[in-house]
């Protein structure tokens, strides 16, 4: 028994007070949760809900997941993101603390869920940037919440850059507008928190490129000032990616979480999860990605 004791202490030890996650922090395109044209049973109708079958296949996979901080894409305006949250209640996933930002794209937001109290909500709505000469915003602004941690605050910043959509000939597939989008979120988180490596972040959401574009590269340094590392993710079999373009039949890895230096060190595992199980399907476009951090929140 003495052995055994001494064991125990030993592994506290070298353990140190990590030994165990205490947070998980989501992201997930939840794909229009909203009014929007879509294929339904092999029917188009404009201006539909989400279809129930593919709401109860998303409660499905955040119940799977059961993160205490959600942060969703593709969230409809207050109505909708009041309804998700009454039926994640309904489903036994109680997050009674939730905000939605309602930026320049009237019809698509960000939003957090959490099941630990808020201890700030910024709303950036006008988030500046020049294209093509004239003045414009990042269409769905950022939305950043603090949370108060046993180890201080911890920021969680949710972002949505401009889809590949087209807009104009001289800008294939947007390009330049969701690096341009990427570069002015990433000038406003410096602006927030000058020196990374003093300040627990994360910056997540759906980037609408991979890893080695000009989008995801600028929101990972300015200079010689880095902001912080690509979490690494795979899901339950290794694969990597995070979302189906079902038109092309492409899968690829659009949806990211950017830990700043101070944050890393709480990282379990130093990785985080995709998430692919029962229901991830059906639920949406995209896969959730997520990450156990070693804090306590302060409730």
Not at 177 to 206: M, N, W, Y
Request: net charge neutral.
């Amino acid at each position: 028994m003495k052995e055994f004791r001494g064991l125990v202490v030993l592994l506290f030890l070298v353990a140190g007070p990590f030994a165990s996650a205490a947070l998980t922090v989501a992201t997930y395109n939840v794909e229009n949760y909203t009014l929007a044209n879509r294929m339904v049973d092999g029917v188009y109708r404009p201006g539909y809900p989400k279809p129930e079958k593919e709401k109860a296949a998303l409660r499905q996979v955040i119940g799977g997941i059961a993160p205490d901080i959600l942060a969703v894409e593709e969230m409809g305006a207050q109505a909708f993101l009041d309804d998700f949250q009454q039926e994640l209640k309904r489903s036994g996933q109680d997050y009674p603390h939730a905000v939605v930002l309602e930026a320049a794209d009237k019809d698509r937001h960000v939003a957090v869920l959490s099941k630990v109290p808020f201890k700030e909500i910024k709303r950036h709505t006008a988030v500046a940037l020049t294209y093509f000469g004239q003045q414009e915003l990042v269409k769905r602004g950022v939305l950043e919440v603090v949370f108060a941690t046993t180890e201080g605050d911890l920021s969680v910043f949710v972002v949505h850059l401009k889809s590949k959509y087209t807009e104009r000939p001289d800008d294939p597939e947007s390009a330049q507008q969701r690096a341009l989008e990427a570069e002015a979120v990433r000038d406003l988180v410096l602006s927030r928190h000058p020196d990374p490596t003093k300040v627990k972040f994360i910056i997540c959401g759906d980037w609408n490129d991979t890893r080695g574009t000009r989008p995801v590269k600028a929101m990972q340094k300015r200079g010689d000032t880095v902001v912080g590392d690509l979490v690494y993710a795979t899901d339950s079999r290794g694969e990597v990616w995070t979302h189906f373009f079902r038109r092309e039949d492409l899968y690829s890895r659009i949806d990211f979480m950017l830990a700043s230096p101070a944050l890393k060190p709480f990282i379990a595992g130093n990785r985080a999860t995709i998430g692919d199980g029962p229901g991830a399907g059906e639920a949406s476009d995209h896969r959730p990605v997520y990450v156990s951090l070693k804090l306590d929140p302060v409730k």
